[in-house]
């Protein structure tokens, strides 16, 4: 139960720094990422701001024994390939895309349905379940 409250808590925060720093509006996604355009860097910031917390974390969590991974396979990297692209394309990632939905935005009622949709094919027709 504690481990739930931790989880909760931490999709939470997750959710209030998306919504404060305003990356649940795909147009900032899609500005940063629009190089010959109006650029917009804040998602820079964002990230920047990600990697201090990683960094810090990671300083706070050495010497404790490490956990098994499992090694990168072609399925991994395409996988992330596609989700890169349908980001790019899209503006949303899942986080924000379901953060859209509650808000009611005419773009997440269209891509969270698509994205449902995409992860059941993945599941029936590959196999992959995690």
Known sequence: MKSLFIVLLAGL????????????????????????????????????????????????IRGLPKAESDPVTMSLVVGSILFGVGWGLGGFCPGPALANLAAFRAE???????????????QRLFGLDR
């Not at 720093?21 to 355009?37: Q, W």
């Not at 109006?38 to 920047?48: E, K, N, Q, S």
């Not at 997440?108 to 993945?122: N, Q």
């Open 108 to 122: 997440a009622l269209c891509f969270v349905p698509a994205m449902a949709v995409g992860m059941i094919l993945a």
């Open 13 to 60: 925060l997750f959710g209030a720094g998306l919504a404060i720093s305003g990356m649940t509006n795909p147009a900032k996604v899609i500005g940063f990422l629009d190089l010959t355009g109006d650029w917009d860097p804040t998602l820079a910031y964002v990230m920047g701001g990600a990697v201090a917390v990683f960094a810090i974390g990671s300083l706070l």
